[in-house]
Nanobody
Framework: QVQLQESGPGLVKPSQTLSLTCTVS??????????WSWIRQPPGKGLEWMGV???????YYSPSLKSRTSISRDNAKNTVYLQMNSLKPEDTAVYYC????????????????WGQGTQVTVSS
């Protein structure tokens, strides 16, 4: 059973950079066909797909976030990272990492595994 665990700072000041970690257990992040996405949910709003790193290391981002977002991985640590710069208060959200096979995007029914999410608040 694949398990995902997000971790991060909790509180970040506006204009700073957010760095989140998704530690994966029970399966390799390089296993063929799997895609590892970051998804967020602002308070009172729906889920928003942010971007993905695929099993082969390729990355894709939501056009609205592409200029501020970077997703990377450490194969040896079986960990996926999210970095987002120039944070704004509207980036306040619960951030999730999620895994799916051969899919990345906003159809959240297609994700097989989810982390429990980590709250990020952007405030001075």
């Amino acid at each position: 059973q694949v398990q995902l665990q997000e971790s991060g700072p909790g509180l970040v000041k506006p204009s700073q950079t957010l760095s989140l970690t998704c530690t994966v257990s029970g399966g390799s992040i390089t296993i063929n066909s799997y895609a590892w996405s970051w998804i967020r949910q602002p308070p009172g709003k729906g889920l928003e797909w942010m971007g993905v790193i695929n099993f082969d290391g390729s990355t894709y981002y939501s056009p609205s976030l592409k200029s501020r977002t970077s997703i990377s991985r450490d194969n040896a640590k079986n960990t996926v990272y999210l970095q987002m710069n120039s944070l704004k208060p509207e980036d306040t959200a619960v951030y999730y990492c999620a895994a799916s096979t051969y899919y990345s995007g906003p159809d959240y029914r297609k994700y097989d595994y989810w982390g429990q999410g980590t709250q990020v608040t952007v405030s001075s």
